[in-house]
């Protein structure tokens, strides 16, 4: 009976301190923080606003369309730039993975790229592609395809030689060994490369933005920062964290869905 009821409270007590509603609490303890500074010392809405007036302007936006008019062109140029870039660098990789002479030839270019500070190519892609979203996804897929080209080379070289040699060995043809060996070891690292891609894409569009652009956060962020207006530019950051977040968490559910699968080919 003592070991159950120590059993009961153990798990009673994982449920109530859980890590999910420990994340919670801290982001509302951060909130009271962030609100407290902001009722208390002088000038502070001033230099970081406060989370009531965010959840003001948040609502004012939203009923004026002016959060919706905004978020879309972002969004767009941030999914277009992180699949883009996945495809970019997807076959990147694969090409750099399976040719030595391809992958001697573009290392030193692909590093230089990936040296480059995207915030000093902003302008240069606005000069070249315009103010419109053109520039603003090819920015994003400079800085996503890198991480996806490395991800996709190291994910194809690092397949085990034994499991290749055992297909062949029962004369798996090409569709077999893709669907059984290859697929299956890229999975991790290209969802590994997503979950970083999210943000990098993200932030090549509101660069992008902030350097040239006639809508988006970013922009939202610029023109707020012109007339001293923290409270617009604040709840714009915010609302791009959340953006980040509900993505990243997308493909997490994708992570979970694909992990059966990946199990069930494993063992065919």
């Given at each position: ?174 569709w077999q060994m893709l669907r059984h060996v290859t697929i ?38 610029t023109n707020s920062l012109n007339v001293i207006d923290m ?38």
């Amino acid at each position: 009976m003592k070991s159950e009821a120590a059993a009961v409270s153990g798990t009673a007590r994982r449920v109530r301190f859980s890590p999910r509603l420990a994340s919670w609490l801290l982001a509302l303890a951060l909130i009271a923080i962030w609100q407290a500074a902001a009722d208390a010392v002088p000038g502070m809405t001033s230099l970081a606003s406060s989370p009531l007036l965010v959840i003001e302007r948040l609502a004012a936006l939203a009923a004026n369309g002016d959060l919706w008019r905004n978020l879309l062109p972002t969004l767009e140029e941030t999914f277009g730039g992180l699949a883009l870039g996945l495809i970019v660098g997807i076959c990147g990789g694969v090409l750099m993975a399976r040719s030595r002479f391809a992958a001697s030839m573009l290392d030193p270019y692909v590093i230089g790229i990936n040296g480059v500070p995207r915030v000093a190519l902003g302008p240069f892609f606005v000069v070249w592609f315009g103010i419109g979203i053109l520039s603003k996804i090819l920015l994003a897929v400079s800085i996503v395809f890198v991480v996806v080209l490395f991800n996709t080379r190291e994910g194809i070289e690092s397949i085990d030689p034994d499991l290749v040699d055992a297909l062949r060995s029962m004369r798996a043809n090409q569709w077999q060994m893709l669907r059984h060996v290859t697929i299956p070891s890229l999975v991790p690292w290209l969802l590994a490369s997503t979950k970083i891609g999210i943000g990098l894409a993200l932030t090549g569009a509101v660069v992008g933005e902030l350097v040239g652009a006639s809508a988006g956060l970013g922009w939202y962020i610029t023109n707020s920062l012109n007339v001293i207006d923290m409270t617009g530019a604040v709840t714009a950051l915010l609302v791009m964290a959340v953006v980040a977040m509900l993505m990243y968490y997308a493909v997490l559910v994708i992570e979970r869905r694909l992990s059966v699968w990946r199990s069930e080919a494993g063992t065919r």
